[in-house]
């Protein structure tokens, strides 16, 4: 067990007399598997010889069966957690089975091995990004949707006005849209990151990744209904209004602090299943009052239909935890639920970006025309 250097630490040479517990094996559930031998290893070979080849260890012997007073077992546990905390500092930990997780980092019973231990470091959370285990593709799916929608989002707002009918306008409602887009995925991987840093930091930024789904239905809302709801500005604000209403009540929920419970997974899927879904009836005033073909065609339906359907089957997959929960154990690492809903986030908010461009493209060719009835 290394000591901090520059320290007088119990395994350093000034702290001899309490030499004896240093060898003590830490639990798995603190330093993870694996660890527990290499720790007995090091201690051993730092420890000097006691003069007299007796010392604490004949004292320890003796001392075997006794119970503990309460101040040594507080001071034993502050020792483990110094080491513990030093070893992940110096990014020495290994992933543990789910069984030794504890209770605050359980969350999916069916990924049984490949958890990253307790971290009460933040550096050792965003150093454990460029390691193994099982929010690995967690957070790279959406750390890469970031920036690809940073990248997009920068070239949006950086083409000539001469593209758009109302520029100033039309950039903010874009720019709205691509904002909720960074501010889900930003919340999400910086989520997945840090949550194993401690039941706090867990919390607050659990709050922040269930907050940014909602941001993100919002903000895809108000790029649609503005061009599909262009020539009547009355309906565009009273569905505008509604889903700003039911979006801001979403992000409410979430700060409940058993929102972000596993005993809740069904009720969160279902609060912005329903927060999405709302989205039906303004699609069907829009197809009514423009006609299927005109709705299904330049109306691009059809593509916030697929994105619409992406939405809901992440979300399904992810409350009901499949494929996992088939073949527990088998999808610890890649292809677990929460991956293929992360991807199909991504690959949604793509699609919609594609409609709404399409969109946008059709509202300039008209040239901010409402009067021919054979166009949208």
């Known amino acids: 067990m290394k000591p901090v250097r520059g320290s007088a630490g119990p395994c350093s040479s000034a702290a001899v007399p309490s030499m004896w517990w240093c060898c003590t094996t830490v639990s798995m559930s603190e330093l993870g598997p694996g660890q527990e031998e290499e720790e ?73 091995h490949g958890h990253r231990p307790p971290m009460p470091s933040f550096r050792a959370c965003f150093r454990s990004i460029f390691r193994i285990h099982t929010e690995t593709g967690n957070i790279w799916i959406h750390l890469l949707g970031f920036v690809l929608f940073l990248c997009l989002g920068i070239l949006t707002m950086l083409r000539p006005n001469m593209y758009f009918m109302d520029p100033l306008q039309e950039k903010v409602v874009l720019g709205m849209f691509f904002l909720s887009t960074l501010l889900c ?36 809302f108000v790029s649609w209904l503005y061009y599909s709801f262009y020539c009547s500005p009355q309906s565009r604000l009273i569905y505008l209004s509604i889903i700003c209403v039911l979006g801001i009540s979403a992000i409410i929920v979430a700060q409940w602090d058993r929102f972000g419970t596993p005993k809740h997974r069904q009720t969160r899927a279902g609060v912005f299943l329903g927060l999405g879904l709302s989205g039906v009836v303004p699609t069907m005033h829009f197809t009514i009052s423009e006609g299927f073909v005109k709705a299904t065609t330049v109306g691009q339906i059809g593509w916030f239909f697929l994105m619409a359907v992406m939405y809901i089957t992440g ?62």
Not at 44 to 49: D, E, R
Not at 199 to 205: G, I, N, P, R
Request: one cysteine or more; glycine letters at 8%.
């Open 40 to 112: 007995e290893r090091e201690c051993k070979a730092s420890m000097p010889s006691a003069p007299g080849g007796g010392g604490r260890e004949e004292e320890e012997e003796e001392g075997e069966g006794r119970v503990l007073t309460l101040p040594l077992q507080a001071y034993r546990a502050m020792e483990r957690m110094e080491e513990f905390v030093h070893k992940v500092w110096e990014g020495r930990w290994r992933v543990i089975p789910h069984d030794v997780l504890p209770d605050w980092l359980k969350d999916n019973d069916y990924l049984l």
């Open 315 to 376: 979300a399904g997959l992810f409350a009901a935890r499949i494929p996992e929960r088939f073949c527990p154990g088998k999808f610890d690492i890649w292809f677990q639920s929460h991956q293929i809903f992360h991807v199909l986030v991504v690959a949604a908010a793509f699609v919609h970006f594609y409609g709404v461009s399409n969109l946008q493209e059709f509202r300039y060719s008209l040239q901010g025309s409402c009067t021919d009835d054979s166009l949208l």
């Open 185 to 220: 995925l930003g919340f999400s991987w910086l989520f997945h990151t840090v949550y194993c840093h401690s039941e706090k930091v867990s919390q607050t930024f659990s709050k922040l990744d269930y907050s940014g789904i909602a941001i993100l239905i919002m903000g895809s």
